[in-house]
């Protein structure tokens, strides 16, 4: 009978302080609309406001009886105080404390009262014995854990401090971001021509050449929030989860627009659809696609998505209207190397040739380069020198170099291999009229224009031009190089191609002979050529020696200059 009434004591006195503590929250909880920047910017400028106030980073504003916030970070508060009175309140006012106070009194009564009215086991033994039988099912408990980290995920801006000062050698990346960054900067000047924010910014390039540095240089350029997402971490393991992290990202940086949302190594969340069928990865593309360009409106909000498998991305993801840039970031040549060391060894005291190091390295990236610096630092202070000297830098190059590609690292001799192969396929293109951008010592050749249509005489032209290196290399050093095995392999397909799919061979269903003479015929056509050209072919090797990247402008620049040299 006591036990009874205890009971009934101890369930009267929880629901007593359980009704304070809904009474409380009912009373002082956060009643205000949230909004996003623009919209308290609107309030300000078309209503009467009575006061405003900072607490637990947001932005509190009162007009008429009605209270506003929004993300402190996204709104300029030194112009909103010309405007507004304004407060800065204290985390924890007296109300909160007291709710916090009785909130922790519930949970501390509620357990002591459970503890001391069940201490006594009543539990019938033959109850005892099936719960002692019964298995611990651990992968509950786990995925149960690991669900409330899921949810306890916070998605949260970051403000930039990294401007283009800090990065070097994208001089080309940078001419085409400025027009962004100016956008996010002055709005209105664009609006009043009608004209709309691209969508979105695909950085493509090697790993190591500083997409994520651009893009965070971006935002501190433009000083907006900066939202940083990898695309591993949309791949969850629960259904509709990494949808659920899309919508909330897209959700949080709406709110603070203008803002820009980067996602490294999108190709995680990015592949093409189909094939090995993968639910929930094609979910969560769904409802980036969706995002970025769907019913709903996300002005002001920037996409800059990073990778280095572009050919793996789904289509629906590179069309216009989503990624509506493509910004290629490449390895930096002589003279961007010299402007990245300078960077890096801006705080430090050496005693260094910057150009000689610059010419050490072909084939590093900004990063590789970051390190080489770094490595040279420790190596300086560990034999106890003042600064660093270029003993540290040579004996810290193999250091980084260990690890990577051979072709990343060149000596003189396999230099004035390369320059020669590619001069010659720069030499063959041009004289070809073949439309191309550029052509480098250390990336992959050609950077051609894309084009869906071809004749029968631009795939030949095409196929010597792939053959180009390979002869000029047989004309000046008597045999063959490793460094042919892509293009010829180009080569091949595009010969066979011809002759068995377009039956551009010498039968109009032709066959491996067809695509042998093909070969055979282009092959001696630039023999000819380039041992007619032998003083051009050698005035563009020497320049993509001391420059690595040559445009076509340039090519023919130093054309012309031979011409006129040898009339």
Avoid at 397 to 416: A, C, I, P
Avoid at 504 to 525: H, P, R, V
Avoid at 530 to 556: D, G, H, P, V, Y
Wanted: glycine residues 6%; contains cysteine.
């Amino acid at each position: 009978m006591q036990k009874s009434k205890n009971k009934n004591l101890f369930v009267g006195m929880m629901a007593l302080l359980l009704a304070s503590i809904l009474l409380g929250y009912g009373l002082y909880k956060d009643r205000a609309k949230l909004v996003s920047a623009e919209e308290m910017l609107q309030l300000v400028e078309q209503n009467h406001a009575d006061y405003a106030y900072l607490e637990g980073g947001y932005l509190y504003l009162k007009i008429n009886d009605k209270y506003y916030k929004a993300p402190q970070v996204s709104l300029p508060i030194r112009e909103l105080t010309m405007k507004v009175p304004l407060e800065i309140r204290k985390e924890y006012d007296i109300y909160s404390l007291l709710f916090d106070t009785a909130v922790v009194l519930f949970i501390i009564m509620l357990g002591v009262g459970i503890y001391r009215l069940f201490r006594k086991d009543n539990t019938p033994k033959e109850r005892i014995i099936v719960e002692q039988k019964k298995p611990f099912n651990k992968e509950i408990l786990s995925r149960s854990y690991e669900e409330k980290e899921i949810l306890d995920i916070r998605i949260s801006p970051t403000m930039c401090n990294v401007t283009f000062n800090d990065v070097a050698g994208i001089k080309e990346v940078k001419e085409e971001l400025e027009e962004i960054i100016d956008f996010l900067k002055n709005p209105k000047k664009y609006q009043q021509f009608g004209t709309k924010l691209p969508k979105g910014v695909l950085l493509m390039g090697p790993p190591g050449v500083g997409k994520t540095l651009i893009a965070k240089a971006v935002a501190g350029e433009a000083g907006v929030p900066f939202f940083y997402q990898s695309g591993s971490s949309f791949a969850q393991i629960y259904v509709g989860m990494g949808a659920k992290r899309v919508q909330d990202l897209f959700r949080r940086a709406k709110l603070a627009a203008p803002s820009i949302i980067f996602i490294d190594e999108i190709d995680a969340v990015g592949k093409a659809r189909g094939g090995l069928r993968n639910d929930e990865r094609e979910t969560t593309l769904n409802q980036l696609l969706t995002e970025m360009d769907g019913f709903e409106d996300s002005k002001g909000v920037i996409v800059i998505g990073a990778t280095n498998k572009i050919d793996v991305l789904d289509e629906a993801l590179l069309r216009s209207g989503r990624f509506d840039r493509r910004i290629y970031v490449e390895l930096p040549d002589f003279h961007e190397r010299i402007k990245i060391l300078e960077v890096h060894l801006r705080n430090k005291r050496y005693d260094l040739d910057i150009e000689e190091i610059s010419r050490l390295s072909v084939g590093f990236s900004g990063a590789a380069l970051a390190a080489l610096v770094n490595e040279s630092a420790l190596r300086a202070i560990k034999k106890k020198r003042k600064m660093i000297v270029m003993e540290d830098v040579l004996a810290s190059k193999d250091k980084v170099v260990l690890g990577k590609r051979k072709q990343l690292s060149f000596t003189h001799d396999e230099k004035k291999i390369l320059a020669t192969y590619q001069a010659a396929k720069a030499l063959s293109a041009y004289w070809m009229e073949m439309e191309f951008e550029k052509i480098s010592l250390v990336n992959e050749g050609i950077k051609e224009f894309d084009k869906e249509l071809f004749s029968r005489s631009e795939l030949y032209n095409k196929i010597k031009v792939l053959l180009s290196g390979i002869i000029a290399l047989e004309i000046h050093y008597g045999e063959g190089y490793s460094n042919c095995e892509e293009d010829l392999s180009k080569a091949k397909a595009l010969a066979v191609e011809m002759a068995e799919r377009y039956g551009m061979g010498s039968k109009i269903i032709g066959d491996s002979n067809d695509a042998l003479q093909i070969l055979s015929d282009a092959k001696s056509e630039m023999k000819e050529f380039f041992e007619s050209s032998k003083n051009a072919l050698k005035s563009i090797e020497e320049r993509l020696l001391e420059q690595e990247r040559l445009s076509k402008e340039e090519i023919r620049g130093i054309l012309k200059e031979a011409m006129f040299v040898e009339s």
